[in-house]
């Protein structure tokens, strides 16, 4: 407990300072709210709004969580497929860089044309903004396999896929899990970029949503709902840094402590 | 009473007689950089008997890697003629995958075999004691000392119930002390599982000390310069004026590889 609060310590200060700094240039300046809105002003509208924030956060939790798990298996599916068939990588590699470079609106009418304003549209959008990082660094992963390894596996009798299945697999699974993290840290916004893009008909949009429409005259309301996000993304982020240390111990040992 | 090994993995084809290697006239040659073409071994002809240790000495870059690959039947000669029974191989690095604990390590040609994990682990745990390893069942690769992570690779090689082990320079990677330990620790191993083995190593006193042959190959392109047999009682001791003769023996057989 006490290494925990000593750990977040130095995070704890330095947001401290910025939310200081923050503080003491809107009053010195006396910039407009409705430009730069201040932390106390900010603290206040996630207070007031707390309902509608929560209600709006769940729907984009759930868009980034569900839309991550989508890009994790099609990234890894796809890491998979350009590492064991050279057919594959020539094929589908120049493709999945290129995809990174569509400009999500261009596609979203699209995307809602084919299947409405519900979750999946807008799932299909974080996935393909998230997938990237996940399918490169997976790519990567399953080659660090030391070149060795598959002879002697060989010699052990082991098939295409116990060799894959016990030493492959493995070996990429730190580096998927990298690459997850990154996905992760891309996800939030690909929420915000998919919320955006695809229109939804819910009761609560979602918080990406909410923040563009809050954006111009409840200016700190869309603050509140920017820090909302932003506490989310770092939540996620190290969960799934433990995530990690329980899946693939040896990798964090080799590389010294995260965090 | 050591525990046999018994019932061997995979019973072993009786290609060329149980446990034996037959080469002859064997040339392999590499496309290596620039197109530019390297001759790894160049006419080697080498036999081993069932159940006999056969030493390879050579300069480093003699080819003994493709030699034990050849073995193994990673690569095929481009000519000449290799007959051998199934041989595994154990290469100069241990290569014990992190993600499993020793005892899961010894136990993966088991589970390549087809047993279920606790079936491997139980096979694989039977011998932990006779070579040296108990209490390190649930150790972790990066836990054991150089000399217990050769013995772990040591035991996988075996639990692969192979009638040939092709070594790989097993212990080029340890200090001399332990070197000494685990040379003696094969030694003592072999003699309760006997097996065909061949043994790579540029160490020519290790090659005495283990092997009932011992062959010396020349630098590339590999050819056999000299044969060398070792007929006296084991243990060896490495300070025996026999060891010590036949050891310069085998040195100036090296010397005159390399001046041809």
Same mark, same amino acid.
């Given at each position: 407990m006490r290494r925990t609060l000593l750990a977040v310590l130095p995070a704890a200060l330095l947001l401290a300072c910025l939310i200081g700094a923050w503080e003491l240039y809107v009053q010195l300046t006396g910039v407009e709210e409705a430009l730069l809105p201040a932390p106390h002003a900010v603290a206040a509208a996630l207070w007031h709004g707390r309902g509608l924030v929560a209600r709006n956060f769940l729907v984009t939790a759930e868009e980034v969580v569900l839309g991550l798990a989508l890009a994790l298996a099609a990234g890894s599916a796809l890491a998979v497929a350009i590492h064991l068939s050279p057919l594959a990588r020539r094929a589908a590699y120049p493709l999945v860089v290129g995809?990174?470079?569509?400009?999500i609106p261009v596609i979203g009418v699209l995307l809602v044309f084919w299947w409405?304003?519900?979750l999946f549209p807008k799932l299909l959008v974080i996935a393909l903004i998230c997938f990237f990082p996940v399918v490169v660094t997976t790519i990567d992963g399953l080659a660090s396999?030391?070149?060795?390894q598959p002879k002697l596996l060989r010699t052990l009798d082991a098939s295409r896929w116990q060799s894959f299945r016990f030493a492959e697999l493995p070996a990429a699974l730190p580096a998927a899990l990298s690459g997850a993290r990154i996905a992760l840290a891309v996800g939030v916004i690909g929420a915000f970029i998919a919320e955006t893009t695809t229109p939804s008909t819910g009761a609560y949009p979602g918080l990406g949503r909410e923040i563009l429409s809050d954006v111009n005259f409840q200016t700190a309301r869309a603050y509140a709902g920017t820090v909302v996000l932003v506490a989310f993304a770092i939540a996620c982020f190290y969960a799934l840094t433990l995530a990690e240390r329980k899946l693939a111990p040896w990798s964090v040992r080799e590389r010294g402590e995260p965090l | 009473m050591p525990t046999q !090994? /018994? &019932? #061997?993995?995979k019973p072993a084809p009786a $290609?060329? @007689?149980?446990?034996a290697i037959r080469l002859s006239d064997v040339h392999r040659e590499y496309r290596g950089a620039r197109g530019a073409s390297v001759q790894a071994l160049a006419g080697v002809s080498l036999e081993a008997a069932a159940g006999e240790v056969l030493a390879v000495v050579g300069p480093s870059g003699c080819g003994k890697t493709t030699l034990l690959e050849l073995v193994c039947g990673l690569q095929a000669p481009d000519r000449g003629a290799l007959e051998c029974a199934p041989a595994v191989l154990m290469p %100069?690095?241990? #290569? #014990? !995958? &992190?993600? !499993?604990s020793a005892l899961d390590n010894a136990a993966l040609a088991l589970r390549i075999s087809g047993l279920r994990r606790a079936a491997a682990r139980r096979r694989a745990a039977a011998l932990f004691a006779e070579l040296?390893?108990? @209490? *390190? /069942?649930?150790? %972790?690769?990066?836990? #054991?000392s150089g000399g217990m992570r050769q013995r772990v690779a040591f035991l996988r090689t075996l639990l692969a119930g192979k009638p040939v082990l092709c070594l790989d320079e &097993? *212990?080029?990677? !340890?200090?001399a002390i332990t070197r000494s330990e685990m040379q003696e620790w094969l030694a003592g191993t072999l003699a309760r599982e006997p097996r065909t083995v061949l043994l790579v190593t540029h160490d020519v006193e290790e090659a005495i000390l283990l092997a009932d042959r011992v062959a010396v190959l020349s630098p590339r392109? @590999?050819?056999?310069?000299a044969e060398l047999a070792v007929e006296f009682e084991r243990p060896?001791? $490495?300070?025996?004026a026999e060891v010590i003769a036949l050891r310069e023996q085998a040195l100036a057989a090296l010397a005159g590889g390399r001046c041809a």
């Open positions: 995809s990174q470079a569509v400009p409405g304003f519900g396999v030391d070149p060795e | !090994l /018994q &019932p #061997l993995a $290609r060329a @007689g149980r446990g %100069q690095r241990d #290569l #014990l !995958l &992190p993600w !499993l040296g390893l108990e @209490g *390190f /069942q649930d150790a %972790q690769p990066h836990e #054991l &097993p *212990f080029g990677a !340890l200090d392109p @590999g050819t056999v310069v060896r001791a $490495r300070t025996s």
